[in-house]
């Protein structure tokens, strides 16, 4: 199974105009600069339509933001895990609060990520989603409680008690399962606020991919990491 070294900062490209086409390179290589400076893992995940350029492109690990519970075959408009495997991702997203899916679909994925040697992070919105994600074995989960996100205003300091209790209950459920948390993420301080309380990483979108200078943001997060 490919593998990804912690501390991690994973980047969402959502559906956002300033990542997508060659934008979605762009972004991607110069968090490939970052994290080739720093040693610090920066991973990408960009809009479907850009999974396999971006992937043939960069060294960084690339995630798919989305798969389906399904097999190859005759299914128009899914997206598989082996087809992002194909296009070169070494994983994917699942479950982000703006693409729910179903809990025994989030199973399905994650069992079959596993023998495919793909990496799952598995999003959920309160601590008692969390635990119930880790129950189903991913490589990580991300709690990101819904309210916060875009906003700016950090998890990891608006609501820490979210991100502990998350930690908590997964380390109760499924200790080899690794935590991420995102929401409102824009700020090294929010990074490290994060780390201290338990997790290994952020997931975070607009906080990099809507700022005036990439670089500047992702170095600003990856900053405490150093020290």
């Not at 389906?68 to 128009?76: E, F, K």
């Not at 989960?141 to 979210?162: Q, R």
Request: charged share 20%.
């Amino acid at each position: 199974m490919a593998s990804i070294k912690y501390p991690l900062i994973l980047i969402n490209f959502k559906a956002y105009s300033q990542s997508s086409g060659k934008k979605a390179v762009e972004l991607a290589k110069v968090a490939e600069k970052v994290s080739k400076d720093t040693g610090i893992t920066i991973a990408v995940a960009p809009q479907l339509t850009d999974l396999a350029l971006v992937a043939s492109q960069v060294e960084i690990p690339v995630f798919s933001q989305h798969v389906d519970a399904v097999d190859p075959g005759s299914r128009t408009g899914h997206v598989t895990l082996e087809a992002v495997r194909d296009a070169g991702a070494i994983g994917t997203m699942l479950n982000h609060s703006e693409r729910r899916v179903r809990a025994d679909e989030v199973d399905v994925v994650v069992k079959k990520a596993e023998k495919l040697g793909l990496v799952t992070v598995v999003c959920a919105n309160t601590p008692e989603v969390t635990a119930a994600m880790a129950a189903l074995g991913p490589d990580m989960v991300a709690i990101e409680p819904p309210e916060l996100i875009g906003t700016g205003i950090p998890v990891s300091k608006a609501k820490p008690e979210v991100v502990l209790n998350s930690v908590k209950l997964v380390k109760k459920v499924n200790p080899s399962v690794k935590v991420l948390c995102g929401a409102g993420i824009t700020t090294g301080d929010d990074v490290a606020a994060a780390i201290k309380l338990g997790t290994v990483g952020v997931l975070l979108a607009s906080g990099v991919v809507k700022a005036k200078d990439w670089e500047k943001a992702i170095r600003d997060l990856v900053a405490p990491l150093l020290k």
